[in-house]
């Protein structure tokens, strides 16, 4: 055991019940034995108001950490070991922009619902809170578009354009049904297009890691390694996802690849996401074959190292730590964006 390791398991001991380290599946082999809870987007938000620990110190990328703090009790604080560690992706739908685009649709008169994937920024949640729209995860998108589609004209997906039309083609909306926005400093660059209208308006943004995976990448594993299970996360283009034979978010990424591993071991398994997650399970299934669809580190899940857990735990130990802070005024409005996911999640099927 590192001296690293040995000085995070004794502070773990000092603080005891007043700490929960929680952390995302992306986050490195190093950080993750120190978590107290390891999940999905979903699961980590899910399970941060039944956490009764002072201090909660999140392992993963910004948005991340500003859920949880949305979702917390009074007296409890979150930390984020690197708050340098930010979604790229949640950085490309601008609440400003995004308020501006909502204004132009609605004065249509029209109801257009926002749904956010939670890989947004609270000052986005809290404009999606105001319209009266929801949260959604890579494990909840297909329950929460289909909520959003009946109890409005149009719904605006927004910042993965990706995740939106891969859970449309799972929902069988027709393509006639999206549009992807055309955007430009002042909102809409046509507020008249009349293709803005459709029931599914897509933001034009994506994930720079996922997006690198191309079908090409497919057919090549397909060739190189026959009879294989391809499956990948739904921030891949929708070409990727159409080619492969299976597509969730990361806790269904990680049950496929036990499922395989226990029910046709000799099936050659095939990830395409973020690979510090497919490294570890193909170390955790190692009589199962598994691999990546290709190269894909996000640099800001790295940028969380056990180094930087352990000085930010030494923070909480001295009483210098300070915890992340929600502006006062976007509390609410973004809590309610959030809460409406996980009660809309606990009635729909
Ligand atoms: P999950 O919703 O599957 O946890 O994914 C989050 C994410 O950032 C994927 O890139
Ligand atoms: Fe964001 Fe993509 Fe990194 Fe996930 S993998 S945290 S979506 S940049």
Not at 147 to 171: C, H, I, M, R, Y
Not at 214 to 223: C, E, G, I, L
Not at 282 to 295: T, V
Not at 306 to 331: D, F, G, H
């Amino acid at each position: 055991m590192s001296g690293t390791h040995r000085a995070i398991a004794a502070i773990k001991k000092q603080l005891g019940p007043k700490l929960c380290i929680m952390g995302h599946h992306y986050q490195n082999d190093a950080v993750v034995r120190h978590c107290d809870i390891v999940g999905d987007s979903l699961e980590l938000a899910r399970r941060v108001p039944d956490v009764d620990a002072a201090h909660i110190v999140f392992c993963g990328v910004y948005f991340m950490g500003e859920s949880a703090a949305l979702l917390t009790r009074p007296g409890q604080g979150v930390h984020l070991p690197d708050p340098d560690a930010d979604c790229i992706m949640s950085r490309m739908s601008p609440a400003p922009l995004a308020r501006k685009v909502l204004e132009q649709l609605s004065a249509t008169g029209r109801k257009v619902l926002p749904l956010a994937y939670v890989n947004t920024t609270v000052a986005l949640k809290a404009v999606v809170g105001e319209y009266g729209g929801a949260v959604c995860t890579s494990a909840n998108a297909a329950t929460m578009l289909r909520w959003a589609l009946e109890q409005s004209d149009s719904v605006l997906f927004l910042p993965d354009k990706n995740l939106g039309e891969n859970t449309a083609n799972a929902l069988g909306l027709d393509k006639s049904q999206r549009h992807v926005l055309r955007l430009c400093s002042r909102g809409l660059q046509d507020p008249a297009a009349p293709e803005q209208a459709r029931k599914l308006l897509l933001w034009p943004g994506c994930c720079a890691i996922h997006a690198r995976f191309k079908p090409q990448d497919v057919a090549r594993m397909r060739a190189a390694h026959p009879g294989c299970r391809i499956i990948a996360h739904p921030e891949c283009r929708q070409e990727v996802i159409n080619a492969c034979d299976g597509a969730g978010s990361t806790s269904f990424l990680i049950q496929e690849a036990a499922r395989v591993a226990a029910a046709t071991p000799s099936t050659p398994l095939v990830i395409g996401t973020e690979n510090n997650l497919v490294h570890r399970l193909a170390k955790r299934h190692p009589d199962c074959r598994i691999l990546s669809l290709g190269q894909a580190l996000c640099p800001d899940m790295a940028k969380v190292t056990e180094e930087k857990l352990l000085q930010q735990l030494e923070r909480i130990v001295n009483a210098t730590a300070v915890p992340l802070e929600v502006p006062p005024a976007l509390l609410a409005p973004a809590r309610l964006s959030l809460t409406r996911m996980l009660d809309a999640c606990a009635r729909l099927p």
